[in-house]
């Protein structure tokens, strides 16, 4: 069953039979004719899978019509039992619906992973990997706790969904062991600088770090979550990025954010908040990550103070070439950072290409 078919929550009431569908289910075991049957009972204009409720005198007519012993007790006994489930179904059906919007955003992470649910809800308990959606709150409490910081309160469910699918996107790579010369060795030969701007060569990434012992994993962006985090299994370093803001320069920041931690910081868990904070805000490890990105990517962070100099301001075409020469950097990293210091001209946007992990 495809998602966009099924129901986002199932009202369980649905899956059992009123009393209309039991007496219509006990006609067809009993070979009777249901047209014979509404008019005896002088229900002609009734469709009978309809009828929710009877009353005793009619559980006898019934008996009576069918010739069968004790039937007209049963029948009020299965309505007395229904209702009992309708009722918590009911009231199980509206705390679902409140738990569902709570999830709703992570659909996307769902893929065709997690489709064999009686409804969206159950595809995502699945992918979760519990049997009681309310227990996904605490599940995901305990797991993002780490993960805030000053200025950075993360959307609880939403981070715990977006790292939940990284770590599963990990287990379906096959890497070698984790080779940290390799990893370095391939930052440190810049055969990517000519490529920075093909964002189908940054797509094709995970494949060259799989060579390095590294999962590189490229997951679409949730909202109040992160631009990145590295994680470590069994000695293996796991990169997870996001799309926040949807373009490449973005991303290749992100990415050798991450990086930097996976070489200076073996074995430690580190999630991104924000890769514009200043590094005052920054513990040591974040300033280290900060330096190693700023370093390969734009040559330190010259062209960064500089650009703020001409905080909004607006400036002529030829300043970006000029700036990009000056500080032997790529274009999309001027224009990139150019717009964090709202320096406008009327190209820059257009030197940053659009990527999305969708």
Not at 185 to 211: C, G, Q, T
Not at 279 to 301: P, Q, T
């Amino acid at each position: 069953m495809e998602m966009i078919n099924k129901e986002e929550v199932l009202n369980t009431i649905t899956l059992f039979n009123t009393i209309g569908q039991e007496i219509q289910e006990i006609l067809v075991a009993n070979h009777e004719d249901e047209s014979e049957f509404l008019k005896f009972m002088e229900w002609e204009d009734t469709e009978l899978q309809t009828i929710e409720r009877i009353s005793v005198q009619t559980s006898k007519n019934i008996e009576s019509f069918l010739n069968i012993q004790d039937l007209g007790i049963y029948l009020i006994s299965f309505q007395k039992n229904y209702f009992k489930t309708k009722s918590k179904s009911i009231e199980s059906f509206n705390k679902n619906k409140k738990i569902f919007r709570s999830f709703k955003p992570i659909l996307s992470l769902l893929r065709d992973d997690f489709n064999d649910g009686i409804d969206q809800l159950a595809d995502i308990s699945d992918f979760f990997g519990v049997e009681d959606e309310s227990g996904i709150f605490e599940i995901a409490e305990t797991n993002v706790a780490r993960y805030r910081a000053p200025g950075f309160e993360p959307d609880t469910i939403n981070l715990f969904a977006w790292l939940r699918r990284g770590y599963l996107d990990f287990n379906k790579i096959q890497i070698l062991q984790y080779n940290k010369e390799a990893l370095s060795d391939w930052v440190k030969k810049r055969d990517w600088v000519d490529l920075l701007n093909n964002h189908e060569y940054f797509l094709s990434l995970p494949n060259i770090f799989k060579d390095f012992g590294v999962a590189l994993v490229f997951t679409p962006h949730l909202e109040k979550t992160v631009f990145g985090a590295v994680r470590w299994f069994k000695g293996r370093p796991l990169i997870q990025i996001s799309d926040r803001e949807k373009n490449l320069a973005t991303c290749w920041y992100t990415l050798f954010h991450e990086i930097g931690h996976v070489l200076l910081h073996e074995n430690d868990n580190i999630c991104e908040g924000s890769i514009t904070e200043s590094k005052n805000k920054k513990n040591r490890k974040e300033s280290d990550a900060i330096g190693f990105a700023s370093e390969n990517l734009f040559g330190g962070n010259g062209l960064r103070k500089y650009l703020f100099e001409f905080q909004h301001q607006k400036v002529n075409d030829s300043f970006v070439i000029e700036t990009s020469e000056r500080f032997n950097t790529h274009k999309m990293f001027v224009a990139y950072w150019m717009i964090k210091a709202q320096v406008s001209n009327l190209t820059s946007s257009s030197l940053i290409p659009k990527i999305s992990f969708v």
